[in-house]
């Protein structure tokens, strides 16, 4: 049961949830639920990086370590990710880690909605790259695992 859990918890999407509680507060049910999951502790809560400009993918010749190469955050991605944090912050939902991958739209989502961000390889995109999958997953089913409940 526990691992059964956990894994549909990595799977969990948080942004259709989150996202509809910050846009009309008369769902009052759906956010209880969601914030009295959070607060029991022992869950991964999986984020997908806030509204960025136009466009799909980075362009080419894109660097990870240069933001100035990326597609990035727009403005009302950055308002989004605020609101996330303000909406954790108001429910007393203080994560205990937030890991990101290292492209800057990620980073900066959760800077902007948690703070103190720690950029994680297992998190990158792996498009295109089998064994970076098959790692990467393993390090995600890994990291679950250590999660108590």
Known sequence: ??????????????????????????????????????????VVLLLRHATTDPGVGDPPGFRLDDCGTQRNLSDP??????????????????????????WCRCVDTGRLAFGNVEPWPALNSFFGEDAARQRQTAALANASATIPV
């Open 1 to 42: 049961m526990r691992a059964m859990q956990r894994r549909d918890l990595l799977r969990l999407a948080a942004a259709p949830l989150v996202g509809p509680v910050l846009a009309r507060s008369t769902m009052a049910a759906p956010a209880d639920a969601l914030v009295e999951r959070l607060r029991a502790g022992g």
């Open 77 to 102: 991605g950055r308002q989004l990710a605020q609101r996330i944090g303000a909406w954790s912050r108001t429910h007393g939902l203080v994560p205990a880690r937030v890991r990101s991958s290292a």
